[in-house]
């Protein structure tokens, strides 16, 4: 039994050191090319600093690690990406720039959101040669203090050159966005300021319209917008001989609190 087993083991050793001996001469399991695409938007270089020595001599590795390698990727640069195994060895990596959905103001920084929800920084070392990195939608959004951290606790470390998935409530972004337009309000804003008091989440629109700017603080409930709208802009005919700037508070029940402030 044991000469068997014995036998067997040697045999073993004999066919692996052969294919070894096969492969040092012939590279067969050599990784033999990542085709980058389109190559503008992101260098082969890139992506091949971040495959290790034992991938590139085996490939078949690749396969179990591209979750690793599209990961990586995507926390360094605003793209999406996906990678393949096109033949014998050649893998294909297709990228696309990420488009700036909202540029927000957030921790005393600009940060562009995608609509999937990822944040960078507008000063990230890539967005000189990603495309379409104008915000889609003309409103700052702002993130105040007293909302929640918009990057969640496993990316706590903020960087200007990482992209990061963020905790952004993007489908209430674009309901408040969908309304707005609906009301005929959504053009006409500078900036969407978000922020919360006790339990409850609040908008502040800020409007800059020459002589004066208007700030416009209401509850971040669409479904009330609708009697609130046509009663601010009684306001706003209201006051149009007032050169002052305005504050509008619409968050009480009943009644809307107008007072002018200092700025011109």
Do not use: C
């Not at 290790?52 to 078949?60: A, L």
């Not at 507008?122 to 967005?127: D, L, S």
């Not at 409530?169 to 309000?185: A, C, F, I, N, R």
């Amino acid at each position: 039994m044991v000469k068997r087993w014995l036998t067997l083991f040697l045999l073993a050793a004999l066919i692996t050191g052969g294919l070894f001996q096969i492969e040092e001469r012939f590279q067969l399991f050599r990784l033999r090319s990542l085709d980058v695409q389109p190559s503008a938007i992101l260098p082969n270089q890139m992506v091949w600093q971040h495959i290790p020595e034992k991938v590139r001599r085996f490939w078949p590795l690749l396969l179990f690690q591209r979750r690793r390698l599209v990961t990586t990727i995507l926390e360094e640069i605003p793209v999406k990406a996906s990678l393949s195994l096109t033949g014998w060895g050649d893998f294909r990596l297709k990228v696309a720039p990420l488009t700036p959905w909202f540029m927000v103001f957030w921790k005393g920084s600009e940060w562009y959101l995608s609509v999937d929800g990822r944040i960078w920084s507008v000063h990230h070392n890539m967005n000189n040669v990603i495309l379409q990195q104008e915000p889609r939608e003309g409103p700052i959004l702002v993130w105040t203090n007293s909302m929640y951290d918009l990057v969640s606790a496993p990316s706590r470390r903020v960087s200007l050159n990482s992209v990061m998935k963020s905790q952004a409530p993007v489908e209430k972004l674009q309901t408040w966005k969908e309304k707005l337009e609906e009301l005929g309000y959504y053009k006409r804003i500078d900036s969407i300021a978000v922020l919360q008091k006790d339990e409850d989440l609040f908008l502040e629109l800020l409007v800059r319209r020459s002589p004066r700017t208007v700030r416009m603080l209401i509850q971040a409930s669409p479904e009330k917008w609708e009697q609130l709208f046509p009663a601010v802009d009684e306001i706003l005919k209201e006051t149009s001989a007032v050169q002052r700037d305005l504050y509008i508070d619409a968050t009480y029940s009943g009644k809307i609190l107008v007072r002018t402030e200092s700025g011109h």
